[in-house]
Nanobody, 113 residues
């Protein structure tokens, strides 16, 4: 059974930091591109960062967010620094291969004073 379980979301003040984690099981983690997406109210889901052979970032988070993965723990992380109110969204973990696409349930991140 495939599972992607996100954790680490919450309420943080502007300028603060959060670290999201996504624990994966049920598939060959190291063979998948792992990504973080987010969806704000009234907006489409957007790619935040991905980690496969290389890492990629949305322009809006470059220099503030860092994606990393630990294949020995089947876990992908998203370190978020210098958070802004516009980073408020539900953040989703995604695992993708040529044939399959898995999603977590999401974790809420709210940036507000």
């Amino acid at each position: 059974q495939v599972q992607l379980v996100e954790s680490g979301g919450g309420l943080v003040q502007p300028g603060g930091s959060l670290r999201l984690s996504c624990a994966a099981s049920g598939f060959t983690f190291s063979a998948y591109v792992m990504s973080w997406y987010r969806q704000a109210p009234g907006k489409e889901r957007e790619l935040v960062a991905s980690a496969g052979g290389r890492t990629n970032y949305a322009d809006s988070v470059k220099g503030r967010f860092t994606i990393s993965r630990d294949n020995s723990k089947n876990t992908v992380y998203l370190q978020m620094n210098s958070l802004k109110p516009e980073d408020t969204a539900v953040y989703y973990c995604n695992g993708r291969s040529f044939r399959t696409n898995y999603w977590g349930q999401g974790t809420q991140v709210t940036v507000s004073s």
